[in-house]
């Protein structure tokens, strides 16, 4: 059961809403997001591309720009080695496109998930060798990669690594940490020590775009000194127009690789979300068009859980290859054969999903690890490409962290998804010793190991947990105990401003009590929506929807007012359901027709003690 705690963070509201011009609860809101200040709650309310970071602050950037304009003036062979999920994609598109521009003699290789895995490796590198590369750019990887970085400075290759995953470090006797960097001839990465940038909570694609927007802009000033001011202007403009194409691309990676939407990851995906409804790649109109979003206003919930999942899931079952390929098409027809692939795709994604999700949650109900802090499954037949997405299912469904592991080639594959208490990256390096390779951050991390590893694997994570009992228990952080009869359009509409909604900022709730649930009906082709007519204690009604677990719900129901109750609601109505509920106002449009929506995101009996 969910604890529901108020956000009770002061400031004068009344002030905020008349210098803003914004509704007393945005302004609530707003400072429950802790942006304190005019200043920062102009920048959240306003802020503008003109506001993002200055790339140049990253560390190595000035370095790995000249390195890379004087091998494109040598005109060697440059690749770049991406990742197979929607920041890797998205990353390596933006730097093929910008080295292009540069003129760079340049190809991109995404490693295949199952026969290369993750990130760098020593085939790939004797590959790149074998082919005539002289130097590789990584993105979304490399960081962790310093063997085999080394290697290929062994063969006489140069690397530049743009990344934006932890730092690998090891601990010295005094219990400092000390870092360990691959010796690339650059690093460009915001969590290293040494880097002085402003907000390293940025994407791989997003480093990947800083990277473009100076090298680009270096490569014009060269065009300037050698062929005059009218060639030099003419390629600005081109700059401009390409920087504004791959800003899409930042934004995209950026939801769906569930960064933070705060700093300039939010002005990133605003302004992004605005180009990606009208954009003018084949590939991104296309996977539009076969998910029906062409020509609609988009959200970060359609890149996060609709388009972002198109891309993960040819990574995760075929080659990502197939993704770049579409964002690189320039016919149409070809690009919604490719998108259309991906969906499909997806859509079996979805079931293999559902049918591994199941059987895990049958291993731990039935297991003696059910009590265990940290939860380690191994579906040895389950492709590995899904252990993620199993993971942060079960880690949704119990509240703990998990890890997934799968049978591969070479041993076990695995991922992990945390809870917002228990840094995996951190954990798991206290018992680095069992991986063959490992990598991640907080919230997410991936990991190889020998299969007789795993016993003494999740032994030693519940030996090191330190999390307390509350730490298991899933918080509701209610903005506003808000009386139903505030809701108004204007104030739904006004709502949008702190948009766009997703990690890091999360779509506002509010809760009441004492709501009558007086007549309900079931939706939907698999009849998992509840729809519901309600109304408030001043005696208002509203038009009231869940999306939830309606099994759950309805034995709520059922133990808390009877069965016979419950079966009436459905039937010719009840006066006797009275509940406490979280929630969310919005407006629904039906045949064209706009009225107001309350959804329904937690509920608990009247008198259930949570008071609010």
Same mark, same amino acid.
């Given at each position: @059961?969910?604890?529901?705690?108020?956000?009770? /963070?002061k400031a004068?509201f009344?002030?905020?809403?008349?210098?803003?011009?914004?509704?007393?609860?945005?302004?609530r809101?707003i #400072?429950?997001?802790?942006?304190v200040?005019?200043k920062?709650?102009d920048?959240?309310?306003?802020g503008?591309?003109?506001n993002?970071? =200055?790339?140049?602050?990253?560390?190595?950037?000035e370095k790995?720009v000249?390195?890379?304009?004087? /091998?494109?003036?040598?005109g060697v062979?440059? &690749?770049?080695i991406g990742?197979?999920?929607?920041?890797?994609?998205?990353?390596a598109y933006?730097?093929?496109?910008?080295l292009? *521009?540069?003129g760079?003699?340049?190809?991109?290789?995404?490693?295949?998930?199952?026969?290369d895995g993750?990130?760098?490796n020593?085939?790939?590198?004797?590959?790149?060798?074998?082919?005539?590369?002289?130097?590789?750019i990584?993105?979304?990887?490399?960081i962790?990669?310093?063997e085999q970085?080394a290697?290929?400075?062994?063969?006489g290759?140069?690397?530049?690594?743009?990344?934006?995953?932890?730092v690998p470090?090891?601990e !010295?006797e005094?219990?400092?940490?000390s870092?360990?960097?691959p010796?690339a %001839?650059?690093?460009?990465?915001?969590?290293?020590?040494k880097?002085?940038?402003?907000?390293d +909570?940025i994407c791989?694609?997003?480093?990947?775009?800083?990277?473009v927007? %100076?090298?680009?802009?270096?490569a014009v000033r060269?065009?300037? &000194?050698q062929?005059?001011?009218?060639?030099?202007?003419?390629m600005?403009?081109?700059r401009?127009?390409?920087?504004?194409?791959?800003?899409?691309f930042?934004?995209?990676?950026?939801?769906?690789?569930?960064?933070?939407l705060r700093d300039?990851?939010?002005?990133?995906?605003?302004y992004?979300? $605005?180009q990606?409804?009208?954009t003018?790649?084949?590939?991104l109109k296309?996977?539009?068009?076969?998910n029906?979003l062409?020509?609609?206003?988009?959200?970060a919930?359609h890149?996060?859980?609709?388009?972002?999942?198109?891309?993960?899931?040819? +990574?995760r079952?075929?080659?990502?290859?197939?993704?770049?390929?579409?964002?690189?098409?320039?016919?149409?027809?070809?690009?919604?054969t490719?998108?259309?692939?991906?969906?499909e795709?997806?859509d079996? #994604?979805?079931?293999?999903t559902r049918?591994?999700?199941?059987?895990a949650a049958?291993?731990i109900?039935? +297991?003696?690890?059910?009590?265990?802090?940290?939860?380690?499954?191994?579906?040895?037949?389950?492709?590995?490409?899904?252990?993620?997405?199993i993971?942060?299912r079960l880690?949704?469904?119990?509240?703990?962290?998990? *890890?997934?592991?799968t049978?591969?080639?070479?041993?076990?594959?695995g991922?992990? #998804?945390?809870?917002?208490t228990?840094?995996?990256?951190?954990?798991? !390096?206290?018992?680095?010793h069992?991986?063959t390779r490992?990598?991640?951050h907080?919230?997410?991390a991936?990991?190889? @190991?020998?299969?007789?590893?795993?016993?003494e694997?999740?032994l030693?994570?519940?030996r090191?947990? $330190?999390l307390s009992?509350?730490?298991?228990?899933?918080?509701?952080?209610?903005?506003?105990? @808000?009386?139903?009869?505030?809701i108004?359009?204007?104030?739904v509409?006004q709502?949008?401003?702190?948009?766009?909604?997703?990690n890091?900022n999360? /779509?506002?709730? *509010?809760?009441r009590k004492n709501?009558?649930?007086?007549?309900? &009906?079931i939706?939907g082709?698999?009849?998992?929506?509840?729809?519901? #007519?309600?109304q408030?204690?001043?005696?208002?009604?509203?038009?009231?929807?869940?999306? +939830?677990?309606l099994? /759950?719900?309805?034995?709520f129901?059922e133990?808390?007012?009877? =069965?016979?109750?419950?079966?009436?609601?459905?039937?010719?109505?009840?006066?006797?359901? %009275?509940?406490?509920m979280?929630?969310y106002?919005?407006i629904?449009?039906?045949?064209?027709? =706009?009225?107001?929506q309350?959804v329904m995101?937690?509920?608990?009996?009247?008198?259930?003690? &949570?008071?609010?």
């Amino acid at each position: @059961m969910a604890k529901w705690m108020i956000s009770a /963070k002061k400031a004068d509201f009344a002030k905020i809403a008349e210098t803003f011009q914004i509704d007393p609860v945005i302004a609530r809101i707003i #400072r429950n997001r802790d942006i304190v200040g005019d200043k920062e709650i102009d920048l959240f309310l306003h802020g503008t591309l003109d506001n993002l970071h =200055e790339p140049r602050l990253l560390y190595d950037m000035e370095k790995a720009v000249a390195f890379m304009l004087s /091998k494109i003036e040598e005109g060697v062979s440059v &690749r770049i080695i991406g990742d197979y999920d929607i920041d890797g994609i998205c990353a390596a598109y933006i730097l093929l496109r910008g080295l292009r *521009f540069c003129g760079a003699s340049v190809d991109t290789v995404i490693p295949h998930r199952i026969r290369d895995g993750y990130g760098l490796n020593d085939h790939l590198i004797e590959e790149a060798h074998q082919e005539g590369i002289d130097t590789i750019i990584t993105c979304d990887n490399g960081i962790a990669a310093a063997e085999q970085i080394a290697y290929a400075k062994e063969l006489g290759m140069s690397v530049i690594v743009t990344d934006h995953h932890e730092v690998p470090y090891e601990e !010295t006797e005094d219990g400092k940490r000390s870092e360990i960097l691959p010796p690339a %001839v650059a690093v460009i990465d915001p969590k290293q020590e040494k880097c002085s940038y402003p907000f390293d +909570g940025i994407c791989g694609a997003v480093v990947a775009y800083k990277f473009v927007q %100076v090298l680009t802009e270096e490569a014009v000033r060269q065009i300037s &000194r050698q062929a005059g001011a009218g060639n030099a202007q003419d390629m600005e403009t081109a700059r401009k127009e390409l920087l504004s194409e791959l800003l899409e691309f930042a934004a995209f990676a950026t939801v769906g690789d569930v960064m933070e939407l705060r700093d300039e990851n939010r002005i990133l995906v605003k302004y992004g979300l $605005r180009q990606i409804a009208h954009t003018k790649n084949l590939g991104l109109k296309a996977l539009l068009e076969v998910n029906g979003l062409q020509d609609k206003p988009l959200s970060a919930y359609h890149i996060g859980f609709v388009l972002g999942p198109c891309l993960n899931a040819t +990574g995760r079952l075929d080659t990502a290859k197939k993704a770049l390929q579409m964002f690189e098409s320039g016919d149409f027809a070809q690009a919604v054969t490719i998108a259309g692939e991906l969906k499909e795709l997806n859509d079996s #994604r979805k079931e293999m999903t559902r049918q591994g999700a199941e059987q895990a949650a049958a291993m731990i109900e039935s +297991g003696s690890f059910k009590n265990d802090r940290v939860l380690v499954i191994y579906l040895p037949d389950c492709h590995e490409s899904l252990a993620g997405i199993i993971a942060g299912r079960l880690k949704e469904k119990y509240h703990k962290p998990v *890890f997934v592991l799968t049978k591969g080639e070479e041993g076990v594959k695995g991922s992990g #998804r945390s809870i917002e208490t228990y840094h995996m990256y951190e954990e798991m !390096t206290l018992c680095k010793h069992l991986f063959t390779r490992y990598g991640g951050h907080k919230m997410a991390a991936g990991l190889s @190991m020998p299969e007789e590893n795993i016993e003494e694997f999740r032994l030693a994570l519940n030996r090191n947990c $330190r999390l307390s009992d509350e730490d298991f228990i899933e918080k509701i952080l209610i903005d506003v105990p @808000m009386p139903l009869s505030y809701i108004r359009m204007d104030f739904v509409r006004q709502l949008q401003v702190l948009e766009p909604f997703g990690n890091g900022n999360a /779509k506002p709730v *509010f809760a009441r009590k004492n709501i009558h649930i007086l007549h309900g &009906r079931i939706l939907g082709k698999n009849e998992n929506v509840g729809k519901y #007519r309600i109304q408030d204690e001043e005696g208002n009604l509203f038009e009231m929807i869940y999306f +939830g677990d309606l099994p /759950k719900w309805h034995a709520f129901l059922e133990e808390t007012f009877g =069965e016979k109750e419950r079966e009436k609601l459905y039937r010719e109505g009840s006066r006797e359901i %009275v509940i406490q509920m979280v929630y969310y106002p919005d407006i629904n449009v039906y045949q064209g027709k =706009e009225s107001l929506q309350i959804v329904m995101q937690d509920y608990c009996a009247a008198d259930g003690g &949570r008071k609010v």
